[in-house]
């Protein structure tokens, strides 16, 4: 299963068709991914374009699990901003209390988002608002 992800995801594709077709195919995917596929995944995120792990961080809400988690959590580490705004528009649909706990516990990602805030748009304004809202509540 993860070569099949990685395939979708390494294809050319225009914007459109990706959030039109390919997150949806790409989720379908991860919903049957095995321990191995996570692990696989988990590994190899770090090793592809940024591109790639833009589409995968847009995409790793389909079970809310550990594997997406720690997936999303580490690439909050990025430099770039629009994965990270990806990743923390993901992460509010971890909505457990025991998900909330783990972002609680890196204060880096709160810190990050108040100083994005002030500069940010609208539409990634409220993205982060609502993800601080979703994590304390």
């Not at 390919?22 to 940024?50: Q, R």
């Not at 580490?74 to 457990?96: A, G, N, P, V, Y």
């Not at 909330?100 to 990602?109: A, C, H, L, V």
């Amino acid at each position: 299963m993860y070569r099949e992800l990685d395939n979708l995801l390494s294809a050319n594709t225009t914007v459109d068709s990706w959030y039109d077709d390919g997150c949806t195919i790409a989720s379908e995917i991860l919903s049957g991914f095995n321990k191995e596929d996570w692990e696989k995944l988990s590994i190899e995120v770090f090793n592809k374009s940024l591109e790639w792990q833009k589409k995968i961080a847009y995409c790793l809400d389909s079970n809310c699990n550990v594997y997406e988690l720690k997936i999303l959590l580490s690439l909050l580490e990025t430099k770039d901003e629009e994965l990270f705004q990806i990743c923390i528009d993901t992460l509010r649909s971890f909505t457990t209390l025991e998900n909330k706990q783990i972002i609680i516990k890196n204060p880096s990602i709160l810190q990050r988002i108040n100083n994005l805030l002030p500069t940010s748009g609208i539409a990634v304004k409220k993205v982060l608002e609502d993800f601080i809202i979703k994590i304390y509540s």
